[in-house]
């Protein structure tokens, strides 16, 4: 019987060192994954190519300005999806218990626009008009 109860603390303290490794694992890779880029722009030399990349910015801006809506057309067919669940939940419901338990808001509807598409083309159109694109990496 004593012999079980080591072998047991012994998984148990092996379990735990596992646990420990295991988290530390994840935090390094977490961190890893947290490189994020800086940009630095210097503009074109020629007038020529200072116009080209302040077309350039209007089109980045039109870019974002259309992330913009796609985010706010998820949001908007998510809370769609939110008040058809609901009520159908309502409608299913055989007691005024049973409609207490339906959730109005089931799903979480961010707002998060993706503008890298936008960035990305705006830094290779900068580049076309002669300027330059330095990029750091912060890590």
């Known amino acids: 019987m004593c012999n079980n109860n080591i072998y047991i603390d012994n998984m148990l303290t092996k379990m735990s060192a596992i646990k420990k490794i295991v988290l530390c694992a994840a935090a390094v890779l977490g961190l890893a994954s947290c490189t994020t880029y800086r940009y630095e722009y210097i503009a074109p030399p020629t007038e020529s190519g200072k116009t080209c990349a302040a077309q350039c910015m209007t089109t980045k801006q039109v870019c974002y300005n259309a992330m913009n809506l796609q985010a706010q057309n998820s949001v908007n067919i998510c809370h ?11 409608n299913r419901a055989q007691s005024h218990d049973d409609v207490k338990k339906c959730n109005p808001n089931p799903q979480y509807c961010p707002a998060n626009p993706n503008y890298w598409q936008c960035d990305e083309s ?16 912060n890590e």
């Open 80 to 90: 769609q999806q939110n008040n058809f669940s609901y009520h159908a939940c309502v």
């Open 122 to 137: 705006y830094r290779q159109c900068f580049s076309a008009c002669g300027g330059t694109v330095k990029v750091y990496k």
